[in-house]
């Protein structure tokens, strides 16, 4: 059973460029989360969506941030017009539908971008 | 405002002897508590979990405790492997896990062989 996936790895951009990460969550699983890990931190929840639905975006700063995940292929992080600030890890975290004795999130290898 | 805290930045453990990782919460609403384990450029990995009607959960090496009253948490290690050196997370959630989670700063453990 393949895990979370993410890519890619390493993304680096200039500022004012596109970011755009993708994430395929666990097979069987239809939740997945977006977190965002800035140096010598903790991971910081972005949102949280089902399929084409975005269910809760509380951490997501209200600009230039958006996210989607489609009802085909992978859910997908935008960020346009990146800035230095930007530079961070970002976690994908997937887990199993409403009905399942456990709601474990679990997470993919992380997409790396740094903004030049 | 830090809801989930893990106190101490660093853990040092000699091998064989037990680890134990505190964390400690403030938001009454939590009633799902995770532990995970993150090695460098890597995702965090899912180590066990406990939901907030019980007071224990082991898993092999791994046993956390819950004491809801205090608000605390604790990983117990035992024993402690070489393997075991990371940067571990204390994550707490809502709705018994079916929402975001809330991460402290993370304790780095290293085992001393």
């Known amino acids: 059973n393949a895990g979370v996936m993410q890519n890619p790895r390493h993304l680096v951009r200039r500022r004012g460029q596109e970011a755009r990460l993708r994430c395929s969550p666990m097979?069987?699983?239809?939740?997945v989360y977006w977190y965002r890990q800035l140096p010598e931190e903790g991971l910081k929840f972005m949102v949280y969506l089902q399929k084409e639905n975005i269910i809760d975006e509380s951490g997501m700063p209200k600009e230039r941030f958006s996210a989607e995940f489609p009802k085909e292929g992978p859910s997908i992080l935008r960020i346009q017009q990146v800035v230095r600030g930007d530079s961070a890890a970002y976690f994908c975290a997937s887990s199993p539908p409403e009905g399942e004795d456990t709601y474990e999130q679990y997470f993919g290898p992380g997409t790396r971008l740094t903004v030049t | 405002d830090q809801q989930v805290k893990q106190n101490s930045p660093s853990l040092s453990v000699q091998e064989g002897r037990i680890s134990i990782l505190n964390c400690d919460y403030t938001?009454?609403?939590?009633?799902?508590f995770l532990w995970y384990k993150k090695y460098p450029a890597e995702g965090p990995t899912f180590l066990i979990s406990i939901s907030s009607i019980k007071d224990k959960n082991e898993d092999g090496r791994f046993t956390v405790f819950l004491n809801k009253s205090a608000k605390h948490l604790s990983l117990h290690i035992v024993p402690s492997q070489p393997g075991d050196s990371a940067v571990y997370f204390c994550?707490?959630?809502?709705?018994?896990?079916?929402?975001?989670?809330?991460f402290g700063t993370g304790t780095r453990l290293t085992i001393i062989p």
């Open positions: 097979k069987g699983h239809s939740h």
């Open positions: 994550a707490a959630s809502g709705d018994f896990g079916n929402e975001k989670l809330t």
């Open positions: 938001n009454s609403m939590f009633d799902y």
